[in-house]
């Protein structure tokens, strides 16, 4: 009887981290370029009674022996890296990227690089690109002294040009990278992620070159969580919850029952 009371519990534990997951994704669901995650289940280890295939006395097999599962644990949570909605900002240093890839930004330290979906760039007082925190974009070029916001654009090969006196001229162009397993970067909040021997090293490109998204100006990408996907969601994982913990009540009726019959 114990044993019920015990894998309940993981499913009960489980269910709370699952939990815990899609409020985040709920919580983030405004915020750019961010990834929607799912929480993985499998099984723990099972308690045989009988090998399945056992003789059963002289004659023929036990087909399917007496296995007893003890509960379940999360085994994963797996980012989903689908394009969000890209919704025109008219912001000229907005920048979505429209299929694969990663901005490449250079961390405080100067020597880690972190990867970003969220384009909602801006210029410090030197005329670099930096994200919302003031981190360096790479690579790193600068806008000439004298050019406002307005006259600078981006095109979809990542072309960067400016407005001076009426004659356009490039500055720049931003880069891409590429990881062979998007899901195995590790999330390190402020919309950065960090390259893992699971994710593998990026490869670098250029918006439009193939296997490369491309890149869409004064739009912003937003996270591809659904309200209404989540919220479904996270009433399944209510109603586990409230299953596992119904058969821990289950159990408990039964235990006392059992102790009962002695008085």
Known sequence: MPRALWTAASGMAAQQYNVDLLANNIA???TTGFKRQRTDF??????????????AGQQGRNPT???????????????????????????????????DGFFQIQMPDGATTAYTRAGDLRMDSDGRLVTADGYYLE???????????NDISIAGDGTVTVKIDGVESTVGQLSLVRFRN???????GRNLF???????????????????????G?????????????????????RAYEMNSKS??????????ANELIR
């Open 65 to 99: 022996g007496v296995q007893v599962g003890t509960g379940v644990t999360v085994s994963g949570t797996t980012r989903i890296f689908t394009t969000g909605n890209i919704e025109p900002t008219g912001r000229p240093l907005d920048v979505a990227i429209e299929g």
């Open 248 to 257: 821990i009540t289950t159990a408990d009726q039964m235990m006392r029952t």
């Open 139 to 149: 690579p790193a070029f600068t806008i000439p002294d004298g050019v406002a916001e």
């Open 182 to 188: 998007n899901s195995g970067l590790l999330s390190n």
């Open 218 to 238: 004064a739009a912003l990408e937003k996270a591809n969580v659904e309200s209404v996907t989540e919220l479904i969601n996270l009433i399944v994982a209510q």
């Open 194 to 216: 960090e390259e893992s021997e699971a994710s593998g090293p990026p490869t670098s490109g250029f918006p439009t070159d193939p296997g490369f998204g491309t890149l869409r």
């Open 42 to 55: 499998q099984d723990l280890y099972y308690d045989i009674k009988t090998q399945p295939g056992a003789r």
């Open 28 to 30: 983030n669901i405004n």
